[in-house]
T-cell receptor, first 111, second 111 residues
Framework: NAGVTQTPKFRILKIGQSMTLQCAQDMNHNYMYWYRQDPGMGLKLIYYSVGAGITDKGEVPNGYNVSRSTTEDFPLRLELAAPSQTSVYFC??????????FGPGTRLTVT | RKEVEQDPGPFNVPEGATVAFNCTYSNSASQSFFWYRQDCRKEPKLLMSVYSSGNEDGRFTAQLNRASQYISLLIRDSKLSDSATYLCVVITMEYGNKLVFGAGTILRVKS
């Protein structure tokens, strides 16, 4: 099993550009999550999904969108990048709502 | 008040030392508790769950005090490889049983 994979690993965006962060898991987990981690801060939940076709907002959803068309994939879309979105983004999945398995992260810089 | 608060450290300890981290949580309805470990520039990984009766895993002991809303992690006989950030994590019913992360406590073990 590859576990949770994320692409790209690094990305630099200009203000106003858009991009999609990819996340995939091969563990047949129903639950998937997107977090952002800013320096010195805890991980903040952006969006989550409890199964294909079902998504919901987390604590900090503004400026982001998600979709969950399959169990395996949970892409995160940034429509109009802003400097405040400079962060490390982690995708995670879990079989139940308890132990979560994280991907390696995407480091995004918006300038 | 933050939902989960931790002393950010850093805790600088020599090899072989015993070190303890504390964490407090504000939501009395929180139901599950964990310690995650995050190495520098890596993803968080589950270290251990925390139960009311306390639990031990090798050199690591976790305790929960529901009355005081307090969680602790004790590391005995510290190794260089224990150097990492330790994240206190609490689950509440909100947001699909979301994990709420503390900002983490940095541990540096020196030879």
């Amino acid at each position: 099993n590859a576990g949770v994979t994320q692409t790209p690993k690094f990305r630099i965006l200009k203000i106003g550009q858009s991009m999609t962060l990819q996340c995939a898991q091969d563990m047949n987990h129903n639950y998937m999550y997107w977090y952002r981690q800013d320096p010195g801060m805890g991980l903040k939940l952006i969006y989550y999904s409890v199964g294909a076709g079902i998504t919901d907002k987390g604590e900090v959803p503004n400026g982001y969108n998600v979709s969950r068309s399959t169990t395996e994939d949970f892409p995160l879309r940034l429509e109009l990048a802003a400097p405040s979105q400079t962060s490390v983004y982690f995708c995670a999945s879990s079989k139940t709502s308890y132990e979560q398995y994280f991907g390696p992260g995407t480091r995004l810089t918006v300038t | 008040r933050k939902e989960v608060e931790q002393d950010p450290g850093p805790f600088n300890v020599p090899e072989g030392a015993t070190v303890a981290f504390n964490c407090t949580y504000s939501n009395s309805a929180s139901q599950s508790f964990f310690w995650y470990r995050q190495d520098c520039r890596k993803e968080p990984k589950l270290l251990m769950s925390v139960y009311s009766s306390g639990n031990e895993d090798g050199r690591f002991t976790a305790q929960l005090n529901r009355a005081s809303q307090y969680i602790s992690l004790l590391i005995r006989d510290s190794k260089l490889s224990d150097s990492a950030t330790y994240l206190c994590v609490v689950i509440t019913m909100e947001y699909g049983n979301k994990l709420v992360f503390g900002a983490g406590t940095i541990l540096r073990v020196k030879s």
